[in-house]
């Protein structure tokens, strides 16, 4: 009987480990892949939680400034990003229900249901994390 396996680990079983640890990103993205496992990147629902943003800090989204800054929100649900996603997905030729967390993202990677082409195209998702996280940044610094 056929069943998937996951080459990244060692017992071929999905792990966030095998995912962050094993994968053939640069340390800095294997880093923030798991900072967004554990729900602690610094977004500003994250700053304001940890006591780091206080007082009349603004918590919302820095692309939307309709809902607050939540990992899952900045990374999937905010509807700036949502447009780089589906452009991403169109472009690829893939359908997608969007998951309703990171770790709903990861999962599916996980369910082993991807095909060869789709598998490639998979690994470009961290990097595309990554590159969300980093204009956020980028657009916070620029003010
Ligand atoms: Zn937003």
Same mark, same amino acid.
């Given at each position: 009987m056929d069943h998937p396996r996951w080459a990244a680990s060692s017992i071929g079983m999905f792990s966030v480990s095998s995912l962050i640890? %094993? %994968?053939?990103?640069?340390p800095k993205m294997q880093f923030f892949g798991w900072l967004m496992w554990k729900h602690k990147i610094k977004t500003s629902v994250f700053l304001q939680k940890i006591g780091v943003l206080t007082g009349g800090v603004s918590t919302l *989204?820095?692309? *939307?400034? @309709? !809902? !607050? @800054?939540s990992v899952r929100h900045v990374l999937l649900h905010c509807p700036f990003v949502w447009n780089v996603w589906s452009s991403l997905l169109k472009w690829w030729g893939l359908q997608w229900v969007i998951p309703d967390s990171v770790a709903g993202l990861l999962s599916w990677w996980e369910s082993g249901k991807l095909k060869k082409r789709e598998r490639k195209i998979w690994k470009i998702v961290p990097v595309a994390l990554w590159s969300i996280w980093k204009l956020r940044n980028d657009c916070l610094q620029r003010g």
């Open positions: 640890w %094993n %994968n053939v990103l640069p *989204c820095y692309f *939307c400034k @309709e !809902e !607050e @800054e």
